[in-house]
């Protein structure tokens, strides 16, 4: 059963904590992407990674660091540097190539306490 | 000034009629567009994409490009309440590989 798994589904963040959201695809794709969606918003690209061991900063990275030691996991952690985390954040992944469709995991919802 | 610009509605459509969202974009170098739909708590999934002038249809979907306007739309026939939904436009970035999302059409279907 083929697809891309985000975990956990609600993270609770306290004040100058850093906090790690999962992200793992099976579907053999070579890049993986992180959004930020805030309520009412479309989404925003905060990190993406083409090929293992190498990633770029997207449009809203401070605050957001990334790590691609395998092909199937891309976590991000949410550092005590982002002022303003509370978001929905969703992991996309896509063959890389030109053309190529991006396909979503289930998202998760962090909220600052 | 927005790369990528949707009504943010909502749109509000009777059941069965045609719903039109449209979408306008920035970047001239974009060749393939991608329509979302996302329900409410839930992630985007894709509904069409399209990569030349024209029409493409895919069951009650049609999606509509034209590049020398910098325009896309996606047309829903027959609307259903179950469409009920956001739904983002994306062209894909001029160097590939990369998205820029709109800020989404809400569309609600009443019975």
């Known amino acids: 059963d083929g697809g891309i798994t985000q975990s956990p589904k609600y993270l609770f963040r306290k004040e100058g904590q850093n906090v790690t959201l999962s992200c793992e695809q099976n579907?053999?794709?070579?890049?993986m992407y992180w959004y930020r969606q805030d309520p009412g918003q479309g989404l925003r690209l905060i990190y993406y990674?083409?090929?293992?061991?190498?990633?770029q900063k997207g449009d809203i990275a401070e605050g957001y660091s990334v790590s691609r030691e395998k092909k199937e996991s891309f976590p991000l952690t949410v550092t005590s540097a982002q002022k303003n985390p509370t978001a929905f954040y969703l992991c996309?992944?896509?063959?890389?190539?030109?053309?190529?469709?991006?396909?979503f995991g289930p998202g998760t919802r962090l909220l600052v306490l | 000034q927005k790369e990528v610009e949707q009504n943010s509605g909502p749109l509000s459509v009777p059941e069965g009629a045609i719903a039109s969202l449209n979408c306008t974009y920035s970047?001239?170098?974009?060749?393939?567009f991608f329509w979302y739909r996302q329900y409410s708590g839930k992630s985007p999934e894709l509904i069409m994409s399209?990569?030349?002038?024209g029409d493409k249809e895919d069951g009650r979907f049609t999606a509509q490009l034209n590049k020398a306007s910098q325009y896309v739309s996606l047309l829903i026939r027959d609307s259903q309440p179950s469409d009920s939904a956001t739904y983002l436009c994306?062209?894909?970035?001029?160097?590939?590989?990369?998205?820029?999302f709109g800020g989404g059409t809400r569309l609600m279907v009443k019975p």
């Open positions: 399209i990569y030349s002038n």
């Open positions: 579907l053999n794709h070579d890049a």
């Open positions: 994306a062209p894909e970035h001029n160097a590939g590989n990369m998205l820029t």
């Open positions: 990674s083409q090929i293992v061991n190498d990633f």
């Open positions: 996309a992944s896509s063959m890389g190539l030109p053309r190529g469709t991006q396909y």
């Open positions: 970047d001239r170098g974009s060749q393939s």
